[in-house]
């Protein structure tokens, strides 16, 4: 067998930020550092019931599901020799141990240089002198929270490791990482607060170690150092949920990371309705272990981006714009997408009532030009990625879709307008499956709309123009819009 059969690569795991001494030694004290918790929770949605799910943890279903192993041999690290599917602990809090350590804890380039360093090792404990597979060679970086920022110090900081080592770092995914800084009462995390490192948090002192100019704005950009294309970001909505209360962020977060701060320009990402941390925390979850597998296991990348042709207005709101009136409104898209047989949980889920559903004004999707804009900016509901592997049934991959448009409160000459006005009321909603299956000549792609069909039925063909295929969308109150599916095979 050889030695690296893609797409099996080893995989780093980096976690998170620890405060305080006390957690730095709980921190330290653990073989796999929170990559092996899992959990037996679910917090439902509609009344808080808990309701029991065992999911073993990222680290023990790698192991159960794909084969992967530790490097762990009778109480030390492995240095001789390691397989490819192996799952490595970036221990960097090590050093900060006042056990085992010296007490000081590293910067953020100071964990990157050691992340650069535990990759150089990793390739010589999985290739030996195979020549052959030292080219093949490739690492996954999975993180939570702060750790994603160290593994952007490492691809972003050219004064950090060399061009050789990150080069092999094929894919990146992380867990509710505060890309774009923590905000707290509104106010990103001040520089000046050094006290337990917490000022890695503000965008400045991030700014520096990302090496990004020190005037952004915005320092949630790989800035053309490594293809966004291969960085997901997995997205907490659920801040009621968060353990660590005390340090809680609040509503349109994950109880730590705003929403809106927890991704990287461009990239991949999908949204689960998990805190930041603990027993209802991403990490340990079903839905975040799916997108992990999927997103560094699967062979096809869907992205759908939906452009609505036709917002139509109630009768009272339409009345009131022949009348000359001013009216101005918004819009919700909501979107759930789910793979066939998956009765425990979604790949990502936006939604109103999570804080997580996209936001545009009507100007956004239909007159650019009031904002001077170039084109219309349109939403992308999701993007998720697909493994032909886990088909149950036949050779077509499933999977569904749920759809919500919604607009805001309609204003009428800068006045709410509640006369006739029926509250939440939908523009658009459905359940769409779609049918994916590859043929010699592309894909053979069907839907079914199944809010009026059963999804078991074949469907219909979807309908292709010069920007691509797209499944076209309508209600009979004159919504009308095209849903683009950009499905692309991914490795």
Avoid at 100 to 128: M, N
Avoid at 178 to 183: A, D
């Amino acid at each position: 067998m050889p030695a690296i059969n893609p797409p099996f690569y080893p995989i780093i795991y980096v976690r998170g930020y620890a405060m305080r001494q006390s957690e730095i030694e709980d921190t330290v004290a653990t073989p796999y550092m929170g990559f092996n918790l899992g959990s037996t929770k679910i917090r439902q949605e509609w009344d808080g019931e808990i309701k029991k799910h065992i999911f073993e943890s990222p680290l023990v279903r790698l192991m159960k599901d794909y084969g992967y192993a530790d490097n762990y041999l009778n109480g030390t690290e492995i240095e001789d020799s390691i397989p490819a599917k192996s799952i490595i602990i970036h221990r960097y809090y090590d050093v900060a141990s006042e056990d085992i350590g010296a007490g000081d804890t590293p910067s953020i380039i100071d964990a990157a240089k050691a992340l650069g360093k535990l990759i150089e090792k990793t390739r010589k404990l999985v290739c030996g002198e195979d020549q052959k597979a030292l080219d093949d060679f490739k690492v996954y970086l999975v993180a939570h929270s702060m750790g994603g920022l160290i593994c952007r110090c490492l691809l972003q900081n050219d004064d950090v490791s060399t061009l050789n080592i990150k080069s092999l770092v094929d894919k990146v995914f992380t867990y509710g990482t505060p890309h774009n800084g923590i905000e707290v009462g509104g106010a990103n995390v001040p520089g000046f607060l050094g006290i337990w490192d917490m000022n890695n948090f503000n965008r400045d002192k991030m700014a520096s170690y990302l090496d990004l100019d020190k005037n952004s704005e915005d320092v949630n950009t790989l800035d053309g150092k490594f293809d966004s294309s291969r960085f997901f970001c997995l997205v907490g909505t659920n801040h009621k949920d968060y353990n660590a209360s005390k340090y809680a962020v609040g509503p349109m977060s994950d109880g730590l990371v705003k929403i809106k701060n927890a991704t990287v320009d461009r990239s991949p990402r999908a949204y689960t309705h998990h805190s930041h941390s603990g027993h209802f925390g991403m990490v340990n979850s079903e839905e975040g272990y799916q997108n992990l597998v999927r997103f560094l296991f699967g062979n096809t990348r869907v992205k759908g981006i939906l452009e609505p042709t036709s917002l139509p207005l109630p009768p009272s709101v339409q009345k009131a714009y022949d009348e000359g009136k001013n009216i101005k409104a918004s819009y919700f898209f909501e979107s759930t997408v789910a793979p066939r047989g998956s009765f425990t949980y979604k790949l990502t889920e936006r939604k109103i009532d999570h804080s997580s559903a996209v936001f545009r004004t009507f100007d956004e999707l239909l007159r650019p030009e009031n904002l001077d804009r170039s084109k219309p900016r349109f939403p992308i509901l999701f993007s998720v990625f697909l493994d032909s592997s886990k088909i149950t049934h036949g050779r077509t991959l499933v999977f569904t879709i749920d759809i919500v448009v919604r607009t805001t409160e309609y204003r009428i000459d800068n006045f709410l307008f509640f006369d006739e006005r029926i509250p939440e009321e939908n523009l658009y909603r459905d359940k769409l499956t779609v049918r994916a299956t590859i043929a010699d000549d592309g894909w053979n792609i069907r839907y079914i709309l199944t809010d009026e069909q059963w999804g078991e039925k074949l469907g219909k063909d979807v309908l292709s123009d010069d920007k691509g295929i797209y499944i076209p969308l309508s209600s009979k109150k004159g919504f009308e819009a095209k849903l683009y599916l950009d499905i692309k095979p991914w490795s």
